[in-house]
């Protein structure tokens, strides 16, 4: 496969005119053009998406793998070669059960973007509960977490305060997965204590955590102060563009993800839909539970990256950076996110106004417009 006359955009080397070939699943060629910056199409690092609970009617807690496979090819359309099917707080039972599905599907399919599952709960803050159901968030049960930790689990989110967490992240990370802080009332050293401990990544920043005052800096100013890097919902609504621009200029975009943290009623009509055992009425494009807590999201990840660059004014190379490259080296994975040689052939194509074109996953086409 080869693109003539595009705009690359690497997260490294940055923007210039070229020509990338692929040969079998990897970029074989890269040539840069003199004296021109005319270009027909840009080219970027397939977008990647490690927090996300469902979109066109499917949900991580019940789906099966033809579910998955339907939510997988509505990705394509949106640029993601890579992303986490993402649970709820849930029993052991059904987390397990989801952990299983993604499991036989990537065994079953050679050619696929989904990577593995993101637990999100249950060991949670009840008080920054957000849209996770109470009845089963609950405190650190050691055996439950390895009873759950199958090979499928890439990313555990969870609260740094909640005793027994130092040793449920020695368990985590000794596994080899990321582990997260999100839904969490923890004060400044717990965050620091945790960081220090090697997790230095942080769901859906700043929401699900407690705020910042000068006097009890917590969760917002321990992320502030310390080099965490922060996922971000980019719908505007989750946090206001101008809190997105604030970031962007404080952490800078080797510290920020994009993620989309959309439901089952992505791509969906108006109407009822569930979360986590929970009602969620979907309602203008903008999904509550019935006592009004914003239920996640349902912007699409193409949309999510537009809004990043309108929010931020970033480069196509920081657009890059927070659309793929920093995902993956958070999950510790380094095979891909760049276009550079010897990397894995996942790419999206897009035009002037950052609408997908074509996505391309292992050097092969799976969405073209």
């Known amino acids: 496969m080869r693109f003539e006359n595009v705009l690359v955009v690497d997260p490294i080397d940055g923007e210039f005119v070229g020509s990338v070939e692929t040969e079998e699943n990897v970029i074989s060629e890269i040539k840069r053009v003199k004296g021109t910056q005319e270009f027909e199409r840009i080219l970027m690092p397939g977008f990647v998406d490690p927090h996300t609970h469902g979109s066109v009617g499917v949900d991580t807690l019940s789906m099966s793998q033809k579910d998955l496979e339907k939510w997988e090819n509505f990705l394509y359309s949106q640029g993601v070669t890579y992303f986490l099917p993402t649970t709820m707080s849930s029993t052991p039972s059904a987390i397990l059960s989801a952990a299983r599905v993604v499991r036989d599907y990537i065994k079953n399919n050679s050619l696929t973007s989904v990577g593995g599952i993101h637990y999100e709960g249950p060991y949670l803050s009840l008080k920054r509960k957000g849209a996770q159901n109470p009845e089963l968030i609950r405190s650190i049960d050691l055996k439950e977490i390895e009873e759950t930790l199958i090979e499928s689990v890439k990313l555990i989110t969870m609260a740094p305060e909640l005793e027994g967490f130092s040793h449920a992240q020695e368990l985590i990370q000794k596994r080899g997965i990321t582990l997260s802080l999100g839904h969490t009332d923890a004060t400044y050293e717990d965050m620091e204590r945790a960081y220090n401990q090697g997790c230095d990544r942080i769901t859906h920043f700043p929401n ?3 705020t910042l005052h000068h006097r009890k800096l917590g969760c917002v100013g321990a992320v502030l102060s310390l080099p965490f890097s922060v996922e971000m919902i980019m719908d505007g609504i989750h946090s206001l563009p101008g809190f997105v621009k604030l970031i962007f200029g404080i952490k800078g975009a080797e510290k920020i993800m994009i993620v989309t943290d959309t439901i089952d009623a992505t791509a969906m ?3 009822e ?3 986590g055992g929970q009602k969620v009425i979907l309602k203008n494009g903008r999904p509550t539970l019935e006592d009004g807590t914003i ?7 193409s949309g ?3 809004n990043f ?9 920081e657009l890059a950076m927070v ?10 994975i380094k095979d891909r996110g760049r276009i550079s040689k010897g990397y894995r052939a996942d790419l999206v194509l897009l035009d002037e106004t950052l609408e997908v074109q ?3 996953l292992n050097g092969k086409t799976v969405f073209k417009s």
């Not at 931020?312 to 190379?317: A, E, F, I, Q, S």
């Not at 659309?323 to 510790?332: D, F, K």
């Open 269 to 271: 009509p108006d109407g």
């Open 273 to 275: 839909y569930e979360l």
């Open 323 to 332: 659309s793929s490259l920093n995902a993956l080296n958070s999950m510790g």
């Open 309 to 317: 660059r309108e929010f931020t004014d970033c480069t196509l190379k």
């Open 304 to 306: 999510a990256v537009r």
């Open 295 to 301: 239920a996640a999201a349902v912007l699409v990840f």
């Open 358 to 360: 074509e996505t391309i």
């Open 208 to 210: 699900g955590m407690n």
